[in-house]
């Protein structure tokens, strides 16, 4: 989910995974596989990432499940 919402971000900024990837202090491999769901980032990379692109990392605390 993370991985498709910044691909689409970089598309419709008309972005390289290059030009990102050297913008945000990451590898290109990173990123990559970021965007592809094959990695799990660090909070300091994703926020680095969304910097450049002009996105906002959130965390929400999620409601909790009611047991039976």
């Known amino acids: 989910m993370i991985g498709k919402s910044i691909k689409e971000?970089?598309?419709t900024l008309r972005v390289t995974q290059t030009q990102l990837a050297e913008l945000a202090g990451i590898s290109?491999?990173?990123?990559y596989k970021i965007e592809?769901?094959?990695t799990n980032p660090t909070l300091d990379t994703l926020t680095k990432?969304?910097?450049v692109?002009?996105?906002?990392?959130c965390l929400q605390?999620?409601?909790?499940k009611?047991?039976?």
Do not use: F, H, W, Y
Request: aromatic content about 0%.
């Open 9 to 11: 971000r970089r598309k």
């Open 28 to 31: 290109v491999n990173t990123l």
């Open 36 to 38: 592809r769901g094959q």
């Open 49 to 51: 990432v969304a910097n």
């Open 53 to 57: 692109l002009g996105m906002e990392v």
């Open 61 to 64: 605390v999620k409601k909790p």
């Open 66 to 68: 009611k047991i039976d």
